[in-house]
């Protein structure tokens, strides 16, 4: 696993730091923005389109609904437009306080991310005419956790709402001294968790068995063999010929007719690979498989147990014939020991 640098103080430096300039809606509350929202919702309470029934509720007029909040303040498709017209001109924005923190995060290997909660608090209802301001910080940085999707550290943006009287928005007033001038409506607070790829704690699965053999009439002597512990080559009761795998005729005589022997199970290791991909869940890597030459003649291929590393050409191998489960044995070969 690569070594990231660990930016626990430069992360802390950014906690309540502004991400970015203060902005102002682009519109005041309006009646046309509620009303497509409250369809797109389903919304049918009346105070949000009726001003003899908002005045009814304790209202002074029409009220927007709480949870449209970050709608007045966002920015549409052409505000990111210029924004990466502005990156490809090389005039990107200075990097404020939740950029920096992302370049940190991706720096430590957390660069995937998800968004874990949004906790919003509304303080007054929004009538028509105001006109919404955002102040956007960084509210908090945890330190690493291990979470179940990886290694990484929740980050908390704050983003307050302030309203004005939209007359009060002038040329002559920032937007930071508008704001000082609003009332704090409602606060929106926006977790996320960024987290190193790959980190996750992967939930415990049962092995799945081994993948079934095609079980034909030429080959489930063989396999039959195997559930009773017996490792059985086929042969040819014309001219003798051992063959393995199974298959219908004789490759020396062309003859139909067999029967088979049981093998003892020794022999040489002839030549060997080692599986490292594609991985099977039903086996464990890296998986040797030999081929070896038997005793009595004929070859097979099969697992080799214990680490590829432990296996040179030549070396002399005696099976076992390993119970997977219920319906399949199969043989693995272990190195002859003299007393064997
Ligand atoms: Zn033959």
């Known amino acids: 696993m690569a070594d990231f640098p660990d930016h626990s103080g430069a992360l ?3 906690v ?3 991400s970015g300039p203060i902005e102002l809606s682009p519109d005041p509350v309006n009646t046309a923005m509620i009303r497509h929202w409250v369809e797109a919702m389903g919304d049918t309470n009346p105070v949000y389109t009726d001003h003899d029934a908002a005045v009814a509720a304790g209202y002074p007029g029409i009220v927007a609904p709480a949870t449209m909040l970050q709608a007045w303040i966002m920015r549409g498709l052409k505000h990111t437009l210029d924004l990466e017209a502005a990156r490809a001109a090389g005039n990107a924005p200075k990097g404020d306080a939740n950029s920096q923190m992302m370049a940190l995060f991706d720096e430590e290997g957390r660069t995937s991310v998800v968004a874990t909660n949004c906790d919003q608090e509304y303080f007054r209802p929004l009538v028509l005419g105001d006109r919404l301001l955002v102040k956007s910080s960084i509210e908090s940085i945890s330190d690493p956790k291990q979470t179940g999707l990886g290694h990484g550290r929740f980050a908390t943006s704050l983003m307050e709402f302030f309203a004005v009287p939209n007359d009060a928005v002038t040329k002559d ?13 409602g606060t929106m607070r926006f977790r996320i968790l960024k987290f190193r790829p790959g980190t996750g704690a992967v939930a415990p699965k049962a092995k799945p068995p081994r993948p079934r053999p095609a079980i034909t009439q030429d ?5 039959e063999g195997t ?3 017996e490792l059985r080559i086929q042969r040819c009761t014309d001219c003798g010929a051992l063959r393995h795998p199974p298959l219908p005729a004789c490759g020396k005589c062309a003859s139909l007719n067999w029967d088979y022997v049981v093998s003892e199970g ?3 290791l002839l030549s060997m690979v080692v599986n490292h991909f594609p991985q099977v869940p039903a086996f464990d890597y890296p998986l040797p498989i030999g081929l070896i030459a038997l005793d009595e003649g004929t070859r097979i291929v099969a697992n080799l147990a214990g680490e590829p590393g432990d ?3 030549g070396d002399r191998v005696v099976a076992e014939i390993v119970r997977f489960d219920d319906e399949l044995a199969l043989p693995v070969f272990h190195h002859e020991t003299k007393e064997a």
Request: proline share 0%; hydrophobic share 50%; no cysteine.
């Open 266 to 268: 020794r022999g040489e």
């Open 219 to 223: 080959n489930a002597f063989y396999f």
């Open 12 to 14: 802390a430096a950014l």
């Open 311 to 313: 296996w040179t050409i």
């Open 16 to 18: 309540g730091q502004s």
């Open 227 to 229: 559930l009773a512990g």
């Open 173 to 185: 007033l920032t937007n930071e001294q508008l704001a000082e001038r609003g009332a704090l409506v």
